[in-house]
């Protein structure tokens, strides 16, 4: 965890709760964490869902790995130190669209299983699903849209997932989605359907029970 360098600092809560926003949004914040290999269809789904969610009139956001390194992060690599900075600090900014009432995805490899136990922890109690996407790594390597295995295996790029940096599976997920034979609307579907038995979209919160 990097070292707080700040001094003489107040967590200043807001004067607006998180249930209040929700109740007047009508819908309920998350952060749903699709991680996998390189490749395997994180963006693409997750972009699928965030655009069938716009269009019901929720209020959802990507927070994708490429576009994060672009500003925020885009001082780290891709050495494990850098990759656990990458993570924590998109925990952090993941809890707070949650704290917003806004369905957050992020679509990010977060190879490690200890560094996504901590974005759990960091999110909002019970408002944590971890969507595995389960493509298989030669599947994976044969899309390869952004080249980038080909280059790893030429050694042009170090610590690539899947080639020369280890990729830890989740355990038990709250979703697993299995890509081959599903189309991206397919597998956005199953995070959709997913999202409204846990009663954080609309309409399906009274049925749900659910408190969390």
């Known amino acids: 965890m990097a070292e707080r360098?700040?001094?003489?600092?107040?967590?200043?809560?807001?004067?607006?709760?998180?249930?209040?926003?929700?109740?007047?949004?009508?819908?309920?914040?998350?952060?749903?964490?699709?991680?996998?290999?390189?490749?395997?269809?994180?963006?693409?789904?997750a972009q699928h869902v965030e655009q069938k969610l716009i269009h019901r009139g929720v209020a959802c956001y990507v927070l994708d790995g490429d576009n994060v390194r672009h500003g925020l992060n885009e001082d780290l690599g891709f050495s494990q130190e850098d990759r656990q900075e990458n993570i924590r600090r998109i925990s952090e900014v993941a809890k707070l669209f949650a704290d917003a009432a806004v369905v957050t995805l992020t679509a990010f490899i977060s190879p490690y299983r200890d560094d996504r136990f901590k974005a759990r922890k960091i999110a909002p109690e019970g408002r944590f699903f971890e969507v595995f996407v389960d493509t298989p790594l030669d599947e994976c390597k044969k899309r390869d849209p952004k080249g980038h295995y080909k280059k790893a295996e030429e050694g042009i790029i170090k610590n690539f997932t899947g080639v020369n940096a280890p990729y830890e599976p989740p355990d038990i997920p709250e979703l697993r989605i299995t890509t081959m034979g599903s189309t991206p609307e397919e597998s956005a579907d199953q995070v959709i359907a997913f999202l409204e038995e846990q009663g954080i979209l609309p309409g399906a919160a009274a049925s749900s029970g659910s408190t969390a």
């Open 5 to 45: 360098k700040a001094t003489n600092i107040k967590w200043q809560d807001s004067q607006v709760k998180r249930d209040e926003r929700e109740k007047i949004l009508g819908q309920r914040g998350c952060v749903a964490w699709l991680t996998g290999l390189p490749g395997s269809g994180k963006t693409t789904i």
